[in-house]
């Protein structure tokens, strides 16, 4: 068969919608750069700690976040309608004041579903995170993650609670503690870190983040933690993520599962000293874009460690009505169990990646539509082209697939991430509580 290889640089030229376009060019121009050793605790005013307390076996299972200062806070939380109890333990929290001191986090148990225990349980958690600390029980976020439907341990969690503080003073692996305190069936702790320069001050963004399965989008099945020493009031803070949240966690998928636990929280602690941020300040698009590469490189890993997965999968749209169409069609390929079956397979069926456009939900017109799976165009206008089907293999065997369409419709774009389905997910799942 005639071999066609069309290059995936030329093929995806980027055409975005006005302010997708400036974030995406304050980031081209490397004004916002990673910090490889750096983590939720490099922004000023931040430490961390985790604990392992008896409610898992052996691993760490119980972690804190704290600031020196009180710090302008955010956050958004999972669209499902059954929310656990540290759901609304964080939102009265952040209601008062939109200020955090501390986020308490265990493992091993949601505490969803748990009714007037939970509840009462997770508002133990915050009250005794707040004499330990010495600070206000509102200056407190709470959050859990593991089996749906059991009660807490509550007393051995107040017991870890109460020994924490002492270890947020050892600077060394404290990050990585945290991290690993809020596993779950994760295999890698995910954290980030990025720098950018806001009125000649250095503004740090730090991450940590956990998340294999239950991930779907609106939000996927996750938590995640964001720390920043730029000043900047909650209310803007908020904007910035919510902005944020829908081109970064909204766009990842692992099964299609939303949980009952998801949040995602910023805290700022304003030590930067920059000048207060709003959406006039003329460096407000370099302090988004930061957000936003933190909150995508934590994405990606969430997608790149889904239960069972051996593949990352991006898949990038460009040519839409608009960029909310062009996200449909990425989230719904990328989604597609018969797509995520096919690249663990390493079969180049594109008949898979179109079908899922076509329910996407977006406007399409199918004899406009080019798909290319990394640099091999795989269909053209509508109609399929002949490429190497060992050249599709051989890249269909590595780690990270890109998946390239082009609508030719308009000016939308837009990108989500998945990963492969695999044996092992059913393996995993199949004895999540055993």
């Known amino acids: 068969m005639k071999e066609r290889v069309y290059s995936g640089r030329q093929f995806f030229h980027r055409q975005k919608n006005n302010e997708v376009k400036r974030l995406d060019t304050v980031i081209k121009n490397n004004s916002i750069t990673p910090v490889e050793a750096g983590s939720i605790v490099t922004p000023k005013g931040f430490c961390a700690a985790g604990i392992h307390t008896g409610v898992k076996r052996y691993r760490l299972d119980l972690g804190v976040i704290y600031c020196e200062v009180p710090a ?12 656990a109890a540290p759901i609304k333990v964080t939102k009265d929290s952040i209601s008062k004041e939109g200020k955090l001191q501390a986020i308490i986090v265990n493992s091993g148990n949601a505490n969803a579903c748990t009714g007037t225990k939970g509840v ?10 707040a004499e330990v600390f010495d600070i206000p029980e509102r200056y407190v976020a709470v959050s ?3 089996v749906i439907g059991e009660f807490l341990q509550i007393e051995k969690i107040v017991n870890g609670i109460k ?7 050892v600077k060394f692996d404290a990050a990585e503690r945290f991290n690993e305190a809020i596993l779950t069936t994760d295999t890698i702790n995910k954290r980030a870190c990025f720098q950018t320069t806001i009125n000649g001050k250095t503004i740090t963004f730090g991450g940590a983040a956990k998340g294999s399965g239950m991930i779907h989008p609106n939000m ?9 020493d730029a000043n900047i009031e909650p209310v803007w803070l908020q904007k910035a993520l919510s902005h944020v949240i829908d081109l970064t966690f909204n766009r ?7 949980s009952t636990n998801d949040t995602v929280v910023v805290m700022a602690s304003g030590l930067a000293n920059n000048e207060s941020l709003t959406d006039e300040h003329p460096e407000w698009d370099q302090f988004v874009s930061g957000l936003q590469m933190t909150c995508e490189h934590l994405a990606k890993k969430i997608a790149r460690d889904g239960e069972g997965a051996t593949k990352l999968i991006e898949v990038q749209v460009k040519g839409a009505m608009n960029d909310e169409d062009a996200g449909k069609v990425a989230k719904a390929i990328v989604g597609s169990d018969l797509v995520k079956s096919a690249i663990y397979g390493t ?7 179109i079908c899922a456009t076509g329910y996407s939900g ?3 017109n199918p004899d406009t539509i080019d798909i290319s799976i990394g640099n091999i165009q795989t269909l053209k206008n509508g109609m399929p082209i002949p490429f190497s089907e060992e050249e599709a293999t051989q890249y269909l065997g590595t780690e990270n697939i890109l998946i390239y369409v082009d609508l030719h419709l308009g000016d939308g774009y837009g990108k989500a991430w998945g990963c492969d389905l695999t044996y092992d997910y059913v393996r995993i799942n199949a004895g999540y509580r055993t």
């Not at 302008?72 to 929310?83: D, E, F, H, I, M």
């Not at 349980?121 to 995170?129: E, K, Y």
């Open 72 to 83: 302008s806070s955010a956050a958004v939380y999972t669209l499902n309608k059954v929310q």
């Open 220 to 228: 996927a099945t996750m938590l995640a933690f964001i720390t920043t």
């Open 120 to 129: 009462e349980d997770a508002f133990t958690m915050r009250q005794a995170t």
């Open 144 to 146: 859990s993650t593991g």
């Open 362 to 364: 977006a406007e399409i």
């Open 347 to 353: 079969d180049a069926n594109w008949g898979r990646i």
């Open 163 to 169: 020994k924490i503080k002492a270890l947020t003073q």
């Open 252 to 258: 990842i998928t692992v099964d299609g599962d939303t």
